[in-house]
Structures are given as C-alpha cells and as structure tokens.
C-alpha cells in the first residue's frame, strides 16, 4: 500500500509544481475576479493552485494504478 501510495503521489508532486510554475507564469493571481472579492493573497492562489494541480495529478495517477491492476486480480472477484 505504501508502495502504490508513492507512485500515485510522488509524480503527482512533480507535475503539480510544473503545472503550478507554468500556470502562474502565465497568469497574475491578481487578475482573477474569483479572487478579487475575497481578498486572497498571492501565496493563497498559488497554494490552492499547487493543491489543485496536485489533487488532478494525484487522480490521474491514481486511475493509471488501477488500470494496472493484474487480470487475476481483477477476475478473482467475480
């Protein structure tokens, strides 16, 4: 379990800092209506963001280790 757990969150980590890098490169947490009314500073967009980012990752490697599963294991359950 601690196994699958690190190969689900350490890429996930990886891609969320890029993505949260680029994406921020790009766009001034500033500009964004959403965060103008609440008054969120720039480190609160850009931890959200890199949780957010983080979360997709995590999914998306989360869905690649299930997709992985054996066929034994799979057929076992029914």
Known sequence: ???QLMFILWPSFLVAAA????FFTIFDPVDFVIF???????L???STGFLFFWGLGAASSAFTCFLQRPRERINARS
């Open 1 to 3: 379990m601690k196994r």
């Open 19 to 22: 993505a949260d890098a680029l």
């Open 36 to 42: 103008g009314p609440f008054g969120l500073s720039r």
């Open 44 to 46: 609160t967009a850009y």
